[in-house]
T-cell receptor, first 109, second 117 residues
């Protein structure tokens, strides 16, 4: 059965810390892995990864995919309170998109 | 403003009511989706429309009935719901003309928080 597993499920850190969120998957006909940030309502798109080993960066956020070991990480450096959110990982396959349960990140001031 | 607008934001309905959720996208996308988000569960895909044609119906109970009159509008008609249907219902859109639509980032609306009493 296809699945996407995120860890940890929740995380509390202090402002300025660096965090690493994990996403592992077992999905047939893999096409891409996507990260979303959900603060209150609408998840917003962060990254789409299709190739192994190529880091995608956007400000303090970065992500990389390992298609051999079937996982991705999302790094956030110098965290700020505005980074508090649920981070969703999704895997796109030939005929479906599968979401993980998300990691709830809380940044303490 | 996300480019995908959902109304209403909140809805409380009894089990015998009939109501509809509305979604409109202003992004020129061809695919639209309904997702259900319950506490501590992954996002569940309910329906997909690609160029106004329904391409997915993930074993959703018939008390949920989608309608897609054009590429910009999507409705979810609700009737005789159960308390376990209470959840956040998210609409999303993406590019795509075929199954490749699953490989495009989704743009979500703010959702409708539905409570069934």
């Amino acid at each position: 059965e296809d699945k996407v597993v995120q860890s940890p499920l929740s995380l509390v850190v202090h402002e300025g810390d660096t965090v690493t969120l994990n996403c592992s998957y077992e999905v047939t006909n893999f096409r891409s892995l996507l990260w979303y940030k959900q603060e209150k309502k609408a998840p917003t798109f962060l990254f789409m990864l299709t190739s192994s080993g190529i880091e995608k960066k956007s400000g303090r956020l970065s992500s990389i995919l390992d298609k051999k070991e079937l996982f991705s990480i999302l790094n956030i450096t110098a965290t700020q309170t505005g980074d508090s959110a649920v981070y969703l990982c999704a895997v796109s396959a030939l005929d479906k998109i599968i979401f993980g349960k998300g990691t709830r990140l809380h940044i303490l001031p | 403003e996300t480019g995908v607008t959902q109304t209403p934001r909140h809805l409380v309905m009894g089990m015998t009511n009939k109501k509809s959720l509305k979604c409109e996208q202003h992004l020129g996308h061809n695919a639209m989706y309904w997702y259900k988000q319950s506490a501590k569960k992954p996002l569940e895909l309910m329906f997909v429309y690609n160029f106004k044609e329904q391409t997915e119906n993930n074993s959703v109970p018939s008390r949920f009935s989608p309608e897609c009159p054009n590429s910009s509008h999507l409705f979810l008609h609700l009737h005789t719901l159960q308390p376990e249907d209470s959840a956040l219902y998210l609409c999303a859109s993406s590019r795509g003309t075929d199954r490749a639509s699953y490989n495009s980032p989704l743009h979500f609306g703010n959702g409708t928080r539905l409570t069934v009493t």
